[in-house]
Nanobody, 122 residues
Framework: QVQLVESGGGLVRPGESLRLSCVAS????????IGWFRQAPGKEREGVSC????????DYADSVKGRFTISRDNAKNTVYLQMNSLKPEDTAVYYC???????????????WGQGTQVTVSS
């Protein structure tokens, strides 16, 4: 199994930044990709970004392109999500999850963290 722990969420004002972290432990060789998803109250879960551990390739949802940056530190089994120019519509619980490959199809991901709350409000 793989255990994932997210951190870094909080309350910020529009235009500010946050950096989320996702630390993996356990059978970390069983997956290649880490994805970030988010779910706002009353809305469906959506894919935000994902990264391949092996080649570093990344993908972003259109709603966050140019504002969010995903990165990895394989030595620390950690994936980061740098979120800049945050908007109120970015408010959600953010989750990281593991998969064999980078995609935004949530059911394909097998292990999930507990989530971290991001609130953007003035």
């Amino acid at each position: 199994q793989v255990q994932l722990v997210e951190s870094g969420g909080g309350l910020v004002r529009p235009g500010e930044s946050l950096r989320l972290s996702c630390v993996a432990s356990g059978r970390t060789k069983d997956y290649d990709a880490i994805g970030w998803f988010r779910q706002a109250p009353g809305k469906e879960r959506e894919g935000v970004s994902c990264i391949s551990r092996s080649d570093g390739s990344t993908d972003y949802a259109d709603s966050v392109k140019g504002r969010f940056t995903i990165s990895r530190d394989n030595a620390k089994n950690t994936v980061y999500l740098q979120m800049n120019s945050l908007k109120p519509e970015d408010t959600a619980v953010y989750y990281c999850a593991t998969n064999e490959y980078c995609s935004f199809y949530g059911p394909a991901y097998n292990y999930w963290g507990q989530g971290t709350q991001v609130t953007v409000s003035s």
